[in-house]
């Protein structure tokens, strides 16, 4: 069965530190990737995502995901994290290369961030 | 409006009772996706509809649980004879309008207490 895994499940950084969630899918074909953020009483928005092209991706407040298709990986990052990165994180993979194919989510990763 | 549309945003019921949760997607989005989020569970998928093809129910927990999608726009979730642990947030999703692969777009979400 299609799965994705997020290795970190709490992760606790002060202002400025390095962050990277890992992020691993269980499918062999094409598949579009997707990080989704969730801040404090928010509904859930992307944050980046990946479809074909470039396997590094940028997305909005800093963050950047790497596609490496032989690790079955697509792990978050950002250099410099602040207070307000403070939030849960979702990784989300779709099969095939339409817009057909349901989404499937990992567990999430909760980020709390020192100031 | 703009965004996905959710209601009730909180919904108190008593255990036994049936309840019913509305989602309206984003005009002219062809998939609409369920999910249900647990403290510690991340985003568990429920059902998938696409267009007018049959919805895939693959992570419907129980028979329970149903799901209606009526016209290609609206959809309901029904939950017959709730139990405390069906308490939880419902999230409604949709996406899809154009061509390729575009991401989901997600409600605020039900908040369902089973008391």
């Known amino acids: 069965a299609q799965s994705v895994s997020q290795h970190n499940h709490h992760v606790i950084l002060s202002e400025a530190a390095s962050l990277e969630l890992g992020c691993n899918y269980s499918y062999g074909g094409t598949v579009n990737l997707f990080w989704y953020v969730q801040y404090p009483g928010q509904h859930l928005q992307l944050l980046l995502k990946?479809?074909?092209?470039?396997?590094l991706v940028k997305g909005i407040k800093g963050f950047e995901a790497e596609f490496i298709k032989s690790k079955f990986s697509f792990n978050l990052r950002k250099p410099s994290v602040q207070w307000s990165d403070t939030a849960e994180y979702f990784c989300a993979v779709k099969h095939g290369s339409s817009n057909t194919g349901k989404l499937i989510f990992g567990q999430g990763t909760t980020l709390q961030v020192k100031p | 409006g703009a965004g996905v549309s959710q209601s009730p945003s909180n919904k108190v019921t008593e255990k036994g009772k049936d309840v019913e949760l509305r989602c309206d997607p984003i005009?002219?989005?062809?998939?609409l996706y369920w999910y249900r989020q647990s403290l510690g569970q991340g985003l568990e998928f429920l059902i998938y509809f696409q267009g007018n093809s049959a919805p895939d129910k693959s992570g419907l927990p129980s028979d329970r649980f149903s799901a209606e999608r009526t016209g290609g726009s609206v959809s309901t979730l029904t939950i017959q004879r709730t139990q405390q642990e069906d308490s939880a947030v419902y999230l409604c999703a949709s996406s899809g309008k154009g061509q390729g692969v575009t991401e989901a777009f997600f409600g605020q979400g039900t908040r369902l207490t089973v008391v």
């Open positions: 990946y479809f074909s092209g470039d396997p």
């Open positions: 005009s002219g989005h062809t998939a």
